[in-house]
């Protein structure tokens, strides 16, 4: 995006607000370093400004962007990291939650998590990209981080955020996965029970480290390896979202659908619901409980105040 530029928004229930620009992380398979340029950290006072500017203008869903938020603040005049940003939008007056992306697991510290945990505006959702569960695959796309420590900062964050939903990316046919390597994130997605996952087959970006890595698998055995992740993290969301049933949630009314639930709303973790209701609901907050749920999304049916 161009820095410096005037903000030009729509009134909504949901913004997006950059806090940061570029990375220095130099992931094989990526090309944002070298086309955003190094890391650059807004100043704080400027976010908590435009923030403020979001709530009063009636946003109560708000999400920090960053290619990596959890070196947010290096290179500033001021000693302040992510987390310090956090717990200082968690003190802006108002009902709103606190959203951010992307977290790169090297960087996720405990201070992070227990901000997570202390501040009740930080919503209790991590998105967490792991990438592969093969140290191998991992050491080659440069990730700074094994399987175990990303276990470990996993395990981490749930202890410190109750009911944490936790999510992922993961790239199926890097350059030279074998299937025991693919085996290996099967296994970590076991561990970690994701609530949901983005899931890509590789593509080769020109002027990355990995476009010059020969390819390992044929087309075929790809699509199987990315058939079988899909299957499992399927099974994994719709047995999570099962056990969502019964509970009575807080939820912010979003949006519209067509159909027979014709508004959307999400929980504190991000999980969609579809409720029944008039469009004059949307932007407003509600206790739902969940009556049934699929692969994708929960369904419910609003209560009383």
Request: charged share 30%; hydrophobic share 35%.
């Amino acid at each position: 995006m161009a820095e410096g530029l005037p903000r030009v928004r729509t009134r909504g229930v949901k913004a997006w607000l950059s806090i940061m620009n570029g990375c220095n992380n130099f992931c094989s398979y990526c090309i944002v370093p070298y086309v955003r340029g190094r890391e650059r950290s807004r100043r704080p006072e400027e976010i908590l400004r435009e923030a403020e500017e979001l709530v009063r203008g009636g946003c109560r869903d708000i999400t920090l962007l960053g290619q990596n938020v959890n070196s947010y603040g290096r290179g500033l005049p001021e000693t302040v990291d992510f987390a310090d940003l956090l717990r200082a939008m968690n003190g802006i007056p108002g009902d709103f939650r606190i959203r951010f992306m992307t977290s790169h697991p090297k960087d996720a510290t405990d201070k992070l998590f227990e901000t997570m945990g202390s501040c009740e505006k930080c919503a209790g959702h991590l998105h967490l990209p792991v990438q592969s569960g093969s140290d191998r695959i991992l050491r080659a796309m440069n990730r700074g981080y094994t399987a175990r420590q990303y276990l470990d900062r996993a395990e981490a964050a749930r202890r410190c955020v109750p009911g944490l939903v936790l999510t992922t990316d993961i790239i199926v046919g890097f350059p030279g996965e074998t299937e025991e390597d693919f085996q290996a994130t099967l296994d970590l997605v076991e561990r970690v029970e994701y609530d949901s996952m983005f899931t890509f087959l590789y593509s080769r970006r020109p002027g990355t480290a990995a476009a010059a890595l020969p390819e390992t698998a044929s087309r075929p055995e790809l699509q199987d390896r990315f058939r079988r992740l899909v299957d499992r993290a399927n099974a994994i969301s719709a047995r999570l979202h099962r056990a969502q049933e019964g509970k009575v949630l807080r939820v912010l009314i979003d949006g519209l659908a067509e159909g027979e639930y014709p508004l959307t709303s999400r929980t504190d973790g991000g999980r969609l619901v579809h409720l029944r209701g008039g469009e004059e609901l949307v932007g407003s907050w509600a206790r739902v409980r969940i009556t049934g749920s699929n692969t994708f999304a929960l369904f419910g049916e609003r209560q009383e105040e």
